[in-house]
């Protein structure tokens, strides 16, 4: 499955961005979807990952818990990060992934094995 991320800007702190990323191929619904960032000089981290179904399991990295939402359309092949009251550390390249590991790790960037191309974000203060 190859994937395209999109929404990127330039935003001040406290606005929101809404992430998609599209996936081609049939198969999308059979992955586990996550979005990971890496800011420069830092590696990349786990931003959030939603579950193949996306009506049961979603998990957060704890600084983006009750600003960031994970959510999919497995009929349109995307899957979305909303996020709001964004902070200049939030700011990174963003990058969406999939994977069929067990839920319990995916968290682990190392589990993903298609990866979008990224999308910047930058908040301002």
């Known amino acids: 499955v190859q994937l395209q991320a999109s929404g990127g800007g330039l935003v001040q702190a406290g606005d929101s961005l809404r992430l998609s990323c599209t996936a081609s191929?049939?198969?999308?619904?059979?992955?586990?979807a996550g979005w990971f960032r890496q800011a420069p000089g830092k590696e990349r981290e786990f931003v959030a990952a939603i579950n193949r179904s996306g009506y049961a399991s979603t998990r957060y990295q704890d600084s983006v818990k009750g600003r960031f939402t994970i959510s999919r359309d497995n009929v349109k092949n995307t899957v979305y990060l909303q996020m709001n009251s964004l902070k200049p550390e939030d700011t990174a390249v963003y990058y969406c992934?999939?994977?069929?590991?067990?839920?319990?790790?995916?968290?682990?960037?190392?589990?993903?094995?298609?990866w979008g191309q990224g999308t910047q974000v930058t908040v301002s203060s």
């Open positions: 992934a999939v994977t069929v590991v067990v839920w319990s790790y995916v968290d682990s960037a190392r589990y993903y094995t298609n």
């Open positions: 191929g049939r198969t999308f619904r059979n992955f586990h």
